[in-house]
Each structure stands twice: as C-alpha cells, then as structure tokens.
C-alpha cells in the first residue's frame, strides 16, 4: 500500500482522520510511511481461509521500517485499536446470543441463528479467527521491533506503549481463546508462509495456559501511566485485566489483590456511585410488608457515561462508508436497517431471573427507625416487576403500518445499544467490583463479597456487616479508606436495579437449615450460594453487554460442571430443551470451528 493510497483511506474514514489529523499534516514523508506500515497489517490481514495469512507487503513492513521514534507510537496503537474494532461487535453478539439471557427471532440472520443453536460453521461472518490473529500479530510485531531502550529527556520513549501494546496482545488472547477453547499461542511476527505453517504446527493452548502465560507477561507494567492517545479510555487498565485473567486461571488471591489495589489507587479510586433506578410517589394500598404501590421513569439511568463508567471501550464509525461501525443495533433492537424486525428478544429466563428479585424501599420513620416495604408484583408495565435495570433498559411499543408495509409494527427499544454508534465498551466499572466479588468468594469470604452486593465496600459497613474472624483472614483486602469511599458515593451493586437492598431481610448470605460442624464447614456451604447470586447479579447488571455465556462457562469450568451451563441455556425458553441440554454437556460444542 502506498501512502497516496493510505491517505485517501484515512479521508475517506472520520474515525482515522479524528485519530491522526492531529499529527498527519505535520509529518515528515519518511514519517508517513511508517504509518502506512502500520495500517498495512490490517489491510492485508483483514480476513482469509486460515488462521494466519502473509503476504509481500507484510515482508517490506519488516524490512524497511523500524519503530525507533516517538512519533511510530501513536499510530502503531491506533493500528491495533482498528484491529479490536473489527471483533467489537463480536464481544458482545457471541456472549449473549450463545447465552440463557436472549431467544432469537423469526427475522434472525441465519449466521445468528447458528451461534444461537451452537450450529456454527467456518464460514459463519461470526467465525473469523484471522481477526483476531490480525490485532495478535500487529502486537507481536511492536513488541519484537520497538525501540525499548530509547531514552529521551531521561524517559523511556516506548515504555507506555509497549505496556498498552502488552495488554491489548493479553486481552485479544483472552477473547480467541473463550471462543475457541484451545489456540496457537504466537508470540512472534508472522510474515511469511513458512513462518505461520511452523505457529500452527506447534501445540494449542488452552485457557488455563493462556492466562498464566500472560498474567506473567503484563504483571510488570501494572504501575506504567497510560499512553497518550486521544483517550485514556482507549487503554485497557493493567490490573483489571489481570483481576479477569486471574479469575479464569483460578489464582483467587492474585485476582483480589490486582482488583482490590485498583479500587483503592491513591490518586484515582475506583467507586461504585449511587447512580439507580428509583421508583416515585408511593400510594399506600394495604396492610403488610406489601403497602404500597408506585410511580416508574423509563428513561434509563445514567450507569454509561463514559467519564465515570466506562474503564475501557473502542470508538466505533457513525456510516458503514466511515470506517468500522457497530451493527449491534440491527441485532438488538428494531431499527430502520432490519424494517424494525428485531432480530433476538430478552428470553424467559432472562425476565423470570428479573422478576424474582425484590424491589424494596425504606421510609424514614425516625431518626432510628426506618420502614420496610417491599414492592407488590402485580404492575401491568412490561419489565416493571421486580429488578428495574430490565425495565430500564427494554420497552415494547407498536407503531402504524399498512398491510403492505414492509416494516414491523411491533418493535422493541433497547437503550444499551444506542450507545454502541460510537463505541463498543468492554470494561465498566461494575463489572470490576463483581469480578472482586467473585475473587473474595472463592477465597472464603463470603460475607464480604455479600458487602459488594448489598451494602457497599467502605469500612463501616465491612466492619458491621462482616464478622471479625472473616475481617482477620482477609486482612488489608478489606481496607476501604473512609475518607474515600463514603455513603455518598458507594452503594451495593443490586441495589442498582432493586432500591433499599440494605433493608431487604431476604437478601443475605445463605445459612445452613442446621448447624455444621465447623465454620469453615459453613463457609464452604455458603461459597457456591454466594457465587450463584454473584453470577445472577452479573446477569441482570451486564444484560445485552456481551458477558453471559462467559460468566456461565467460567463457573461451569471451575466446577467441572458441564451441566451448570447446559442447563441454564437449554432453559432459556422456560422449559428445559433437552436436545440442546445433551449437546452442551459436550464441552466441545462451546466453541466455535477453528478454520
């Protein structure tokens, strides 16, 4: 590719002109080609039969260019943050529409109806591993080439980027191998035939192995700053990906300790915020703990502001002639590209999951004493029973049309996607507080990742609400400076979605009907109970974003229960499918076909 034609590429794409028209106009020609090298190796590695495709152009990239200046460093990233645009819209479709949380409609693609019966073939749009083999080579080519040691003005010119470079090679690992289960582990530049004949002749990898392998390779870089980039957002926060990364290697002490240090960073903690759903102007109706009903908003509450929320997340193109644009709403929702023929719908189990869940509220009495209620369930709105994250976020409406219209009259708004136009977000901040959650759990505090869901993690209520032995063997994990994390700013997680949690006397850490023989006997007993109300908080918080099936097979692995995944997904549409439910008790059918 020359630069004439790398040029009228980036015109032709907003997104690449916004990303480089800062530095483009002042750069010296010979400056220009390393960029036109480095967008080479998505040009020509867009797609293909194999994992790993080479040609000429890629040759004359290694041969003729060298990252040896500060100025290769934004381009080189803005290379790989184009790759992860590509498997964007993939993250979230594949981890919900393999999931218990969505049914597929009559209008569905075919290539979405296979990944939602795990029917899935090699030439299924949704099935292209060079994809990401794309971003991994990209990333293996800046850590092979990168002038590490250059050192200007008493820095290291490269130490930031090589650290983002590192995480984005992690996180790209992350995704391939959940959806593929076992993968070539290439950790060098492939720019040749022969070279890529010799990766995948080697042994395949599989999740544990690649989790190990790279929790070892970003540790180093947890303390590196961000990148200057157009967005600190843009990069993806070193701790919380080994907290993920952690939890999938089963290393529970290492999760808590990477996830609990980003929280609690001096400089720039990590809080949950108060921000909910709230219901309005009560009406007392009778006598009991279910007095009253209440008014609902469906605007949907602000958990997606990029500025607070969003830890990680890729800009997406506004035109498909723009550059990469996120199709998630043609998929999600009824909109003028499918004649509002939505092509999933939220699944049975998806609505009794959310139904189930109490909504309570507590009225001040006094001072010292605070009124229960818990909210009746017998609203005709859509959505409005029980946890009101669903209502938030979904609404049914129809709309006139003739028979001969072509267009849909029943149509169904998710709110989630509307911002999908402009990015794709990967981590939030909920998500990492679960993920503690999860990791203090299975290293035996259960009261305290309870903390997480139903009070808030700031001291006062880890010491009221966790027992002194739990606080003991726990240790520093449960510091939460008061100064910081108040009641002003930390909330439980379910409280999001279900009000007064803190007053809800039905939702607490299970106890045994009868007395076991020992604590840790109880403790034990309270772990997998513990984790399941985590993994349904995980559900209803991250609905339509992508996580589902993960969650699912994360636990199902650490139990070496098959079952616990095949049966909450052969139950999605509320009874259980059996012939679905025998498949995915073969591990096997989780993933998709390597090409």
């Known amino acids: 590719m020359n ?44 797609s293909c039969s194999d994992m790993l495709e080479t040609d000429s152009s890629m040759i004359e990239f290694a041969e003729d260019n060298q990252l040896n200046s500060a100025r290769d460093t934004v381009f080189s990233l803005m290379g790989v943050v184009r790759g992860i645009q590509t498997i964007a819209d993939r993250t979230f ?100 035939e022969a070279e890529a004949a010799a990766e995948m002749s080697k042994p395949y990898s599989d999740i544990n192995s690649i989790c190990n392998y790279f929790i070892d390779d970003i540790k180093p870089y947890v303390d590196t700053e961000y990148p200057a980039i157009t967005s600190s957002k843009y990069s993806i926060p070193v701790r919380v990906l080994l907290g993920e990364l952690c939890l999938w290697a089963g290393r529970y002490n290492e999760a808590a300790q990477y996830l609990h240090e980003y929280l609690t960073m001096k400089n720039k903690p990590v809080r949950t915020g108060i921000s909910s759903k709230q219901v309005s102007n009560l009406t007392k109706v009778g006598t009991g703990d279910i007095r009253y009903t209440a008014d609902f908003s469906r605007t949907a509450y602000s958990i997606y502001d990029n500025s607070t929320e969003m830890l990680f997340y890729v800009p997406m193109a506004s035109y498909d002639y723009a550059g990469v644009k996120s199709e998630i709403s043609s998929v999600y929702e009824s909109v003028l590209a499918n004649n509002y023929y939505t092509q999933i719908e939220p699944s049975q189990a998806l609505k009794d999951l959310s139904y189930k869940q109490n909504y309570v509220y507590c009225l001040e009495a ?46 169904l708004t998710n709110y989630k996607t509307s911002y999908t136009s402009s990015m794709i977000w990967f981590y939030r901040v909920q998500q990492v507080y679960l993920m503690y959650a999860e990791a203090l759990n299975r290293l035996g505090y ?88 985590i993994i349904d908080e ?58």
């Open 3 to 46: 630069m004439n034609i790398l040029s009228k590429k980036i015109s032709e794409k907003p997104v690449l002109r916004q990303l480089l028209a800062p530095l483009w106009g002042k750069m010296p020609a010979g400056q220009k080609g390393v960029v036109v090298a480095v967008f080479t190796l998505f040009f020509t590695l867009s």
């Open 93 to 192: 479709i594949l981890g919900d529409i393999r999931s218990d949380q969505v049914v597929v409609t009559n209008s569905a693609t075919p290539a979405i109806k296979q990944l939602a019966n795990f029917e899935v073939d090699t030439d299924n749009p949704y099935n292209k591993v060079s994809d990401y083999y794309a971003i991994i080579n990209n990333c293996n080519y800046y850590i092979e080439n990168a002038d590490t040691a250059l050192v200007k003005l008493g820095k290291k010119v490269f130490e930031k980027e090589f650290a983002a470079i590192k995480t984005y090679r992690a996180w790209t690992y992350l995704q391939l191998v959940k959806n593929y289960g076992n993968v070539p582990l290439v950790l060098k530049p492939v720019l040749t």
């Open 366 to 411: 006094s001072q010292t004493e605070r009124d229960t209620i818990y909210l009746g369930k017998g609203r005709s709105f859509e959505f409005s029973n029980g946890d009101l994250r669903l209502y938030s976020t979904l609404y049914h409406d129809t709309q006139s049309v003739d028979e001969a219209s072509p267009f849909s009259r029943e149509c």
């Open 446 to 533: 259960p009261e305290a990742a309870m903390c997480v869901l139903k009070y808030g993690l700031r001291n006062q209520n880890i010491e009221r609400y966790v027992s002194e032995k739990e606080r003991e063997k726990a240790g520093s994990l449960l510091d939460f400076d008061d100064e910081v994390f108040t009641k002003d700013n930390t909330m439980g997680v379910h409280g999001r979605g279900c009000g007064d949690v803190d007053c809800d006397k039905n939702y607490c850490v299970p106890q045994p009907t009868s007395e076991l023989a020992s604590y840790e006997d109880t403790v034990q007993y309270q772990i997998p109970l513990v984790e399941q109300m």
């Open 538 to 595: 995980y559900a209803l918080e991250f609905t339509f974003e992508g996580k589902r099936f993960y969650d699912l097979m994360r636990v199902a692995l650490r139990r070496n229960d098959p079952a616990y995944l095949a049966d909450a997904i052969a139950k999605r549409n509320g009874t259980l499918d059996e012939t679905l439910r025998s498949k995915l008790m073969d591990k096997n059918n989780w993933y998709l076909p390597l090409k």
